[in-house]
């Protein structure tokens, strides 16, 4: 259990899809106060984005990177908010990665939500969608 003050630090979170301003989860965002920071890029080539019904998108195993905007949020907001939504642990599972601003220099450690083995294996998963694009091998949800 995390103590009162580490419910109320903030905490980086990049979001790629349906959370994403524009989008139509981004009331979310709004709900556990988030404060947008930057459009950001996975720092690896290590994923792959994938829809889920043509709904949502997924990041799972791979070789591009992917991006999406970074928000600042505290970790109790995230478990109240975002892990709801999310379906963790069940759909998604969560877990912290290095991303570079599109913007600067600057690099950041975030909290990304990934699709789970157990999901992946019970559900369809959309290889190609037409809200996802691959442009320079870096994955974007439209």
Do not use: C
């Amino acid at each position: 259990m995390m103590s009162n003050n580490a419910e109320n630090e903030y905490i980086y979170v990049m979001v790629y899809g349906t959370l994403m301003r524009g989008q139509y989860n981004n009331g979310y965002m709004d709900l556990a106060q988030a404060i947008y920071v930057d459009d950001v890029v996975s720092d690896l080539s290590e994923y792959r984005m994938v829809g889920v019904s043509n709904s949502f998108p997924g990041i799972v195993a791979g070789d591009k990177k992917f991006e999406g905007e970074l928000f600042k949020v505290t970790a109790s907001d995230v478990v109240h908010y975002l892990d709801k939504l999310e379906g963790y642990p069940y759909m998604y599972d969560r877990g912290f990665i290095t991303v570079k601003s599109k913007t600067s220099n600057m690099k950041y450690t975030a909290l990304v939500y990934f699709l789970t083995p157990m999901f992946i294996k019970e559900t369809k998963l959309d290889l190609v969608s037409p809200y996802i694009t691959l442009k320079n091998d870096v994955y974007k949800w439209n």
